[in-house]
């Protein structure tokens, strides 16, 4: 099936325990998109300003990433964010973000994709993602992400976003906000409520957490030592997963939660090395394998 | 084989969102041995003073709890332990402890209890862990417990003692704490070098991580909603893990992460109600359905 992604496209500079990353190039859509490709062509919507480096656009078309819908604005600059993780890397810290072009009239769905069956709204503002999705004539599964920032301060907005998607893909802080609720299994039924079909709940070294009308089921990560940058760990999650779904055609419970282990492999690579890196240059044979070691780890007799 | 836990033995009042138990039966080697007998009898020392309730005495000895151990120390004050949870009950609050008989000289191990294969040592001072355990002729396996403050404040006795278990059991803080390390695989790699032969570390919500030669595997917690109160979920585990180790009668890995799998199960009925209410009442038969459910759950094909 078709898949398309909009979301962020930014110029990131990340610091960790481990080293930094200057002026790379960042944002959920980037790390959904190469993450997606390994399974399925990715269309890829979004709007960087003029100032966007020839060499990060060429990245892009080095892999099976339709460029149709990547609008360069005049007179507009590139989102920017400037990063730091500290101490166990769970949560990064903004030391610097400039809205820039992300702040103006969202880009437009080309005539090309608007017949796209598989559908992500990484995050952004909930209204802009509903205004993106009305481009898609008649999607097959819409999945969504969002953040602490929408969840408190356009929680009305959200609602409707949440009442048109079939999935939503957040963290467990997030899950927890946007149900005002401790509990992830009773938070992700209370968004259940709110209108998707299943809602993942990400829990980074944690794994994730799976919540459809037939219960919750969990999968643990697979457990890694080697963690040097957690920047785009939640968007390679989603691309892994949503390539995935898109390159299977259907969305049953069972291949949701293989798609969910593809999910936390594909994100336990890309914090391997800095920025793109290992999202990069991970091959499909070593995806394969380690998710066919994690299926080995959860193997009960 | 047969099974024995030495542990604190204690009277607890316990606030929780969900209410209050007041003067109830607490204690780590009783939350453990509760949930050993599912699998096995269990071989109980520990010491009390002479205000422990007689009907206290009686629930331990409604279950197959070989008594023979239990000191009843003239003059002295049983264990008291005063806590509260808030908000996602993920660490216990002490509002108040009196270490009362537990600060005395160590209960004897009896003569009846010298030959136990498996010894389960919950948490205590680490060199008293030592001095219970040389009392056993010759143990098959041996698995300690332990806290923050003895990682903090008695860190060579703890390493001593590390070095003469086979296995051991702790949270994920206290992982970090003793390793002095953020990631958790490398933690568990670290205590391993310290002389276990495996390390698990419980994290709660979020299941179980299993650390040995072999490699790091994970396993996922039951999803539950329902939690009133998470006194001895840790102590409930260990029991459910040991209780099984013991009835099977060996510890390679794959007997290991069905143990693993037997204590996650255990510690989610102990959190449902409060005190040792769910732990009493839960049958064998609710264990081994949470137990292939959670199997079922894990199974990707």
Known sequence: MSLLVTGSIG???????????EEVLGGSSVYFAFAATQYTPVRFVGVVGDDFPPEFRDVLAS?????????????????????????DMGEAETVD????VLAEAAPKVPAAFVDSEVVFLANT???????????VKAPRLTVCDTMN????NEREALFETLKVVNGVIINDGEARQLAEQANLVTAGKDVLKLG????VIKKGEHGALLVTADGATA???YP?????DPTGAGDSFAGGMLGYLASQGKFDTATLRRALLRGTVTASFAIEDFSLRRVRNVTRQEIDERTAELVEMLRID
Do not use: C
């Open 63 to 87: 892999r099976e990433i339709d460029l149709t819908g990547l609008e360069v604005r005049a007179g507009s600059k590139t989102f920017r964010w400037t990063g730091k993780y500290v101490g």
């Open 125 to 135: 503002h909930p209204a802009l993602q509903r205004e993106m999705l009305a481009q």
């Open 219 to 221: 999968i643990p990560a």
């Open 149 to 152: 920032l929408w969840i408190a």
């Open 11 to 21: 110029i990131d500079t990340v610091t960790t325990p481990h080293g930094q990353a």
């Open 196 to 199: 998707p079909d299943f809602v």
């Open 224 to 228: 890694t030592e080697n963690v040097k």
């Open 97 to 100: 973000v400039s809205l820039n």
